[in-house]
């Protein structure tokens, strides 16, 4: 069993995407997850920010996690240290209390402590109630509003790049561009890996497709307008190594033969940011997804506003809806569509 700690504050989504590449996830507390598999694709991952060999949970106290820890088989011999957090400061717990409790714990069992360069890391989490919606990719564990205590020895800590591959920082940028670690997540979601074609046919500046590109799928891209086609190409040549395609096109009518891509992921217009009327704008999503469902049996789309009912016309069922904040005059909703 492995414990999973989750970026942000929608565990819902999180969990969903860390599902791409474990299985039965399922949420224990806000920010914390269980798995009871993981593929080598766990580094990949957006939103999981470490990954740990779970010894067991308890109750979100000092004390409770003491217990815990006496009584589990630790079956690893050198130097340690203890890191204790509580995600979002839910629980109030004191971790350097925890961390002194827990490391003379691991004293009397014989370990050392080596706080600069350990052989091991006990993580030791707290966390208050989860914030979860009703995706089916993601269980929520019986109690899990009460909170939790997870220990575990951290197994991978993978580097936070994203910030790296800001929007502004690459050879074509356009204001609006998407964050790269929601895009990394949404072609997570999707199913990018090697071997896979991801296809976004509204690929604006690329942002969703070098995400695909550097987890190793095969990105393809065609938009509206051909400055988009050459920047997108600009950003994709420098930034990933994959093979990849772009071309002008129709999102209505696209150049591709039945089921030429593994999934579709695409960031549909915004009506404030388009001059087409709102009517106009359905029409031109909903054929768009009818489109998608003729070239992939999944698709990830992100908009200002749900486009269920649409998608659902298209003949899509809609498999997941999550509604995500970007400011007060903002949402995103994500909308995950199995053929």
């Not at 109750?59 to 509580?86: I, K, M, N, Y």
């Not at 050392?112 to 009703?134: I, N, W």
């Not at 999503?285 to 698709?299: N, P």
Request: glycine residues 10%.
């Amino acid at each position: 069993m492995y414990l999973l700690e989750l970026a942000g504050t929608d565990d819902d989504f999180a969990a969903t995407e860390a599902a791409s590449a474990a299985s039965d996830v399922t949420v224990v507390a806000g920010g914390l997850a269980t798995a009871e598999t993981l593929s080598d694709r766990i580094s990949q991952l957006a939103l999981t920010h470490r990954v740990s060999d779970l010894l067991g949970t308890a109750q979100p106290t000092v004390a409770a996690a003491r217990e815990t820890l006496e009584s589990a088989a630790l079956h690893r011999t050198g130097s340690v240290a203890v890191r204790a957090r509580d995600v979002r400061g839910a629980t109030g717990v004191s971790t350097q209390a925890t961390e002194r409790e827990l490391g003379s714990v691991l004293v009397e069992a014989g370990f050392t402590v080596d706080l600069e360069d350990p052989d091991h890391e006990l993580r030791v989490v707290f966390a208050g109630s989860p914030s979860v919606g009703d995706s089916p990719a993601a269980d929520v564990a019986s109690g899990a509003d009460a909170g939790a205590c997870a220990i575990g020895w951290l197994a991978t800590d993978p580097p936070r790049t994203f910030t790296e591959r800001a929007p502004t920082e690459r050879p074509f940028f356009q204001p609006g561009s998407m964050d790269p670690t929601l895009a990394r997540a949404l072609v997570n979601i999707a199913g990018a890996q090697p071997g896979t074609t991801v296809l976004d046919p509204m690929c604006g500046t690329g942002g969703l497709l070098i995400e695909a590109g550097l987890v190793g799928a095969t990105p393809v891209g065609v938009d509206a307008l051909e400055k988009m086609v050459q920047g997108t190409r600009e950003n994709l040549g420098t930034l990933i190594d994959e093979e990849f395609a772009v071309c002008r096109g129709d999102a209505r009518r696209l150049p591709f033969a039945d089921d030429a891509a593994d999934a579709v992921v695409f960031d549909a217009p915004y009506g404030r940011q388009t001059k087409i009327t709102g009517e106009t704008l359905a029409a031109l999503v909903g054929d768009a997804l009818a489109d998608a469902r003729r070239l992939a049996a999944r698709t990830v789309i992100v908009g200002d506003r749900s486009w269920q009912t649409v998608a659902e016309e298209a003949g899509w069922t809609v498999t997941a809806h999550f509604q995500r904040r970007v400011h007060r005059s903002l949402d995103r909703h994500i909308l995950v569509l199995e053929r």
